[in-house]
């Protein structure tokens, strides 16, 4: 018993980096993260930058299109025409 409880303080000690900091259960099983905060902090920045780089380029793709609207005046009123025009 006298070595047991060193021996438990010494492995609590040597494993205390290794922790989970998350655990996922899910359709796909159970997983582990076994990362920092810090480290999701990142991966999440760099997958936001991805996402707003896709959004730029898919908005710079896009047609510039306006709607044109013409008013004119007949006997019986006014009437409003509306047209789709794209650059």
Known sequence: MKRFIPAL?????MTGGAYAQSI?????????DTRGPRDRVIEREV??????DRRRSEYRRR???????????TRRGVVKTRQRVCD
Do not use: H, K, Q, S
Request: net charge neutral.
């Open 24 to 32: 996922n259960i899910g359709p796909g099983g159970i997983g582990v």
């Open 47 to 52: 997958r936001r930058d991805r996402y707003e």
């Open 63 to 73: 047609e510039r299109c306006r709607t044109v609207i013409t008013t004119e005046e």
């Open 9 to 13: 303080i010494a492995a609590t000690l």
